[in-house]
Each structure stands twice: as C-alpha cells, then as structure tokens.
C-alpha cells in the first residue's frame, strides 16, 4: 500500500509562484511512477505531470512550462512547483502512485482502480 499526504496548498494571486508537495508511504521496496493531478470547480479531474522512476516527466502540454514536478526519494516527497499562477489554475491538486508504472497516459491514470490517491490539497489563484 501506498499513503499520500499533499500539503502546500493555499491562495496565491495571480502571477504568484506557489509550491505543492507530496509525502509518500510506501510499504513495497523500489520505486514506483507517481503524479499530480488536478480538477477546478465543476469540472474533471485532468492530469498535470507523471514523474517516471528514470525522473523522466510527461507534462500536459498546455501546463509545460510553467510547471515543473520532481521527486525525491531519500525525502519520500514529490513536488509541483507551479509558477505565473492563473485563476483558471484554481482547484484540488491532487497527487497519485502507480506501483507497477503501467501508463503514461492520464487518461488510464483516471480511469485505473489500481492507484493511489491522496485526498488533495487546495490552491486558490484570485
């Protein structure tokens, strides 16, 4: 099993910098995919950066750029480092695991019942 606690989240003003991170439990040894995720209000759940075990990213493209996700594994913590925050970035930042690294693709991510999520946390651009 895998627990995930994401805190940073806040309000920013827009043009802000804001950075999120992710503290992470893993019961397994070795490493394993994990990812942000992100849903604004009355909206779907939609995929910001998925951090392979080789630290390579895949961003959305329209997110790329502007934010940046790493991981480190000796602190157990992922992070999103977001920066020139819009209020169209508002909503629950989300952060996920895939132990068996399965997909690049947000779209399985959302849909698979085999990863882990945190419960979120919430950033506020005005």
């Known amino acids: 099993d895998v627990q995930l606690v994401e805190s940073g989240g806040g309000s920013v003003q827009a043009g802000g910098n804001l950075t999120l991170s992710c503290l992470f439990q893993n019961r397994r040894a070795g490493s394993f995919c994990m990812g942000w995720f992100r849903q604004a209000p009355g909206k779907e759940r939609e995929g910001v950066g998925i951090?392979?075990?080789?630290?390579?990213?895949y961003y959305a493209p329209t997110l790329e750029g502007r934010f940046t996700v790493s991981k480190d594994n000796a602190k157990k913590t992922l992070y999103l480092q977001m920066n020139e925050l819009e209020p169209g970035d508002t909503g629950v930042y989300t952060c996920?695991?895939?132990?068996?690294?399965?997909?690049?693709?947000?779209?399985?991510?959302?849909?698979?019942?085999?990863?882990?999520w945190g419960r979120g946390t919430q950033v506020t651009v005005s």
């Open positions: 996920a695991a895939d132990l068996t690294c399965s997909s690049f693709e947000f779209g399985w991510w959302l849909a698979s019942s085999r990863n882990y």
């Open positions: 951090i392979d075990n080789a630290y390579k990213v």
